[in-house]
Nanobody
């Protein structure tokens, strides 16, 4: 079974930074598309950033230039570096794993929650 465990969420002041981590087990991050999503109270879950199996990345317009997604294949871990945080970045952040290896999606597709099979439990970010 795939297990994803997020960590790194915290309460920070506007303009601050955080790095989220998502450690995967039963799953090789090197072979799949993975994404970060967030959900604020009363709002739908939205895609934030995606990294494809070959390492290419894509971002939602709201976080471009501020957030960076990356992965360490050796550690089987996904990261989200978040800089210049704003109050509107507040929410529960989830990592998600695609179930089909090397699938080719556009960034718009890859930022849709329906494209992912496995989810972590989330980590709270409050700005």
């Amino acid at each position: 079974d795939v297990q994803l465990v997020e960590s790194g969420g915290a309460t920070v002041q506007p303009g601050g930074s955080l790095r989220l981590s998502c450690t995967a087990s039963g799953y090789a991050v090197s072979n799949y598309c993975m994404g970060w999503f967030r959900q604020a109270p009363g709002k739908e879950r939205e895609g934030v950033a995606v990294v494809y199996d070959m390492g290419l990345t894509g971002y939602a317009d709201s976080v471009k230039g501020r957030f960076t997604i990356s992965k360490d294949n050796a550690k089987n871990t996904l990261y989200l570096q978040m800089n210049s945080l704003k109050p509107e970045d507040t929410g529960m952040y989830y990592c998600a794993a695609d179930g089909t290896p090397a699938r080719r999606l556009t960034t718009t597709q890859a930022l849709q929650a329906v494209e992912y099979n496995s989810w972590g439990q989330g980590t709270q970010v409050t700005v």
